[in-house]
Each structure stands twice: as structure tokens, then as C-alpha cells.
């Protein structure tokens, strides 16, 4: 019988109706076929991922891989999730919740069975202990940087503190006249990318489950207040983009690459990106968020989007091999300078730096039954969507007053709607 479940995400206010029961596999399972792969990497879609559909290809004779590049991939990905129509094979959206998950993709396998091969399938976009997608690659978490912009400003190690961090912001913009630091504000999401460093401020792999439990996150000490106030403290300062609402995010790798901006708080995917817009690779470099426990740098380690299964799919054969064969053989973590989802693979020289300032690698642990994702649900439900962004530039534009709100008002507002959603969802 064909099963239905309406799921309301608050963040979006869109709701999603996902039909998957009588969802064919193809008429007799064959890796044979055609397959539409959607992806967010529109940079890509015309030069490095003909590629790897030609070695697919080539493996799979009889197969035809059809990619669809989508530049508001959350927002369109999420709106298409209302029909069956949303590709064979696609970067799981970060609005969908883990007890979303088999209503719209299909099960790839149980953690347990998979675990020892891929990294990340522990905690992320798993469910009732099945795992639902594989991460294209991995990252760090930190910041990205001009090194020769730093060492001009006299900055030659990681700073170890918020402080040392604004006062090396300071240093750059008296004696290089560079943008220190850049929001990326108008795009929104790269926003989004300040949560990343969550679990490595504290060094904590159990920040997540810690989060979904705490009633006021936004409190002196702990993470989110920490990393939020950084952004905040760095705006009021004066060490971003002078217009944050006509930042453009193509146009900032290519600024960052030549020294035109000095930093910019991104997962460790994006080194490959600056290094291409560079004069040389060795002027990009890659730091672990400046705070120390225990005298020691943390970055978690994590899965990037993870390519699922279309539970629509009418050729679920071919869009598993495909998964399977990005994951097992396509080696584009590596060429994107990402962690490798298979675990016997090595680190990419692109962490080079975190290495060398000794920073100690965590995972996020997996949250206990029953409360998967529930972070990200109460984020999305409290319209506080952790990962898009959209809350931190009403930091930002509190920050450069154009807003009357202070710091401390909004991290009050913040802590009201977390406790009251979180109250509701017990």
C-alpha cells in the first residue's frame, strides 16, 4: 500500500509529501540505463563530473548518467521534494531530518553494515540504524586563509583565542588595508558554514547530543555563543566587507586566492577552491578555529553533502552503482583536497596546516535512539536553522547597525525560541 507522510520543515515553511512504496527499482534490476544526478556543484558540472560520468559509463556499459546543476540547491531541491521529481541520485538536503529519511531516500544499508568501510555513516543522515546516504567527500572544520596577506600582518602561527584572533584581524587591516574577513552575507549559507566548527571549540564529540539537551546554547561559555559572538565582535570591529549585502561568492574565491580578502570561515573543501584561484597553492593555508582546550586545537571531521536515493527512483539499480562507484572510485574527495569517505584512505595534503598546529581530529558522536537529528530539528522548527545562515545575518546586521538590536538582546531571543521548541518536542 502506497504510504504518505506529510513533514513539515519550519525553517522553510514548505511541506514535503513524499510517496514511496510502489516506487519501482527499474523492471528487472539491471545496472542498465538512465539516471539523473543532481548536484550543487555548478562549478563543476561542465568540466570535472563529464569525467566520472564517462568512466561510469564505461564501467556500466548500457548506463547514461544525466547531471542537473542547481545554484539554490536547498531551495529548489526542498520546493521539487514536494513531487516525486527530484532526480535518481542527489545531495541529501540539510532541511530534511533524520526521522524524515525513509520517507524520501532509500536505504543503502544498516550502520552496523557499513561502518567499517565509510567514514561518517555512524551519525549523519542515518535513521533507525540505517544509513541513507554517502558523504561526496569530507572536511574539516576551520578557517581558510591568505597566508602571504597573515604573514604581511606579522600573524605566522593559529591564533589560540577569539582575542588573538580579532587582534590578528586588527593587524591585517592596519598594515595590509585587505578585507581581514569576509561574511560571504548576500549567499547566505556560507553562514551557515560558523556552525561546522561546533564540537571543535570544545573538542566535544558529544556537542551535538549536548545541544539538543540545553535549553539556553547561547550563554557565556558555551559553543554557539562563542563561535556567534566571533562573527558578531568581527563585524562591530570593522574587519568584514565594507557592504556585506553585495558579497558574491564566486567573485570572494578569486578575492581570497589573490589577496584581495584575508579569511574566511569555510570547511576544508574550499582550500582546492582558493588554490585554483591563486598565483601558487602554497599561498592558501587552512587553521583550526581559534580555541584551545586543554591546550590543544580541535576540528571535527565530517561528511559533506551525502548522495541518497531517490525513493521514487525507477532505476534504483543503476542509482545505487552510482553512489557506490562515486563513493568507492571516483576519487573526488581527494581531487576536491576532502577526507575520503573510505576509511583505509589517507588524509588530503590539503590539511596540511591543521597537522602542523598539532589539532587533534574528532568525530561527532551518534545521538542516542530516538533522538537523531533532533538538533537540527529543533533548529528548524525554532526557525533557527543551524546550517543556512539566515539567523547569523541578523547578527551581522546587528553588528553593523543596521539593526538596534544588541549581542545580547539577540542571543536572549535565541535561547527563548530554542527552550520553548525544545519543550515542545519532548
Known amino acids: 500500500m502506497k504510504q504518505r507522510l506529510i513533514a513539515v520543515l519550519a525553517a522553510t515553511s ?17 545496472i542498465a540505463g538512465d539516471i539523473t544526478v543532481l548536484t550543487q556543484r555548478t562549478d563543476l558540472v561542465d568540466t570535472v563530473l563529464p569525467e566520472y560520468k564517462k568512466k561510469f559509463e564505461a564501467k556500466y556499459p548500457g548506463t547514461n548518467v544525466k547531471f542537473e546543476a542547481i545554484t539554490d540547491y536547498e531551495g529548489e531541491v526542498r520546493v521539487r521534494m514536494n513531487t516525486k521529481n527530484y532526480g535518481d541520485v542527489l545531495p541529501i538536503p540539510n532541511s530534511v531530518t533524520a526521522d524524515q529519511l525513509p520517507s524520501f531516500f532509500e536505504p543503502l544499508g544498516t550502520v552496523d553494515e557499513l561502518k567499517d568501510k565509510y567514514r561518517f555513516v555512524r551519525s549523519e543522515q542515518t535513521f533507525g540504524g540505517k544509513v541513507y546516504g554517502l558523504a561526496i567527500t569530507g572536511n574539516a572544520q576551520g578557517y581558510v ?36 574577513l569576509y561574511t560571504n552575507y548576500k549567499d547566505g549559507w556560507p553562514l551557515g558554514q560558523w556552525e561546522g566548527v561546533r564540537g571543535a571549540v570544545s573538542g566535544d564529540p558529544e556537542a551535538v547530543t549536548k545541544l539538543a539537551k540545553d535549553d539556553a546554547p547561547w550563554s557565556p561559555g558555551k559553543e554557539q555563543y562563542i563561535i556567534d559572538s566571533l562573527l558578531f565582535d568581527a563585524v562591530k570591529g570593522g574587519y568584514t566587507e565594507a557592504d556585506p549585502t553585495t558579497t558574491n561568492w564566486e567573485q570572494s574565491k578569486g578575492m581570497l586566492g589573490t589577496g584581495k580578502i584575508a579569511t574566511m570561515v569555510l570547511g576544508s573543501w574550499s582550500v582546492v577552491q582558493m588554490q585554483a584561484a591563486a598565483a601558487s597553492k602554497d599561498d592558501i593555508g587552512y587553521w ?48 576536491q583536497g576532502g577526507v575520503s569517505v573510505v576509511t583505509s584512505a589517507q588524509l588530503p595534503a590539503s590539511l596540511a596546516d591543521l597537522q602542523a598546529a598539532k589539532t587533534e581530529f574528532i568525530e561527532i558522536n551518534p545521538a542516542p535512539k530516538g533522538e537523531e537529528g533532533l538538533a537540527d530539528k529543533i533548529g528548524n ?38 527552550a520553548d521548541t525544545r519543550a515542545k518536542l519532548k
Not at 514548505?14 to 539491471?30: I, M, W, Y
Not at 604573514?151 to 583565542?161: D, M
Not at 559533506?304 to 532505476?315: A, L, P, R, T
Request: aromatic share 10%; charged share 25%.
Open 14 to 30: 514548505l511541506v514535503l509529501t513524499a510517496c514511496g512504496d510502489d516506487a519501482g527499482s527499474g523492471s528487472d534490476g539491471k
Open 145 to 180: 586563509f591568505n597566508k602571504k596577506v597573515w604573514t604581511a600582518a606579522g600573524i605566522t602561527t593559529p591564533p589560540k583565542t577569539p582575542e588573538e584572533f580579532l587582534s590578528a584581524l586588527q593587524a591585517i587591516k592596519d598594515k595590509t588595508g585587505v578585507v581581514p
Open 288 to 335: 583550526p578555529f581559534p580555541n584551545q582546550v586543554d591546550g590543544k586545537f580541535h576540528t571535527v571531521v565530517g561528511g559533506d553533502y551525502k548522495n541518497g536515493i531517490n525513493v521514487n527512483s525507477k532505476n534504483k539499480a543503476t542509482a545505487r552503482a552510482w553512489v557506490d562507484w562515486f563513493a568507492d572510485e571516483s576519487n573526488y574527495a581527494i581531487d
Open 381 to 418: 522548527t525554532a526557525e533557527i536553522a543551524l546550517f543556512d545562515g539566515k539567523y547569523r545575518q541578523r547578527l551581522v546586521d546587528a553588528a553593523r547597525g543596521a539593526k538596534k538590536e544588541t549581542k545580547e538582546q539577540i542571543f536572549a531571543d535565541l535561547n527563548k525560541k530554542w
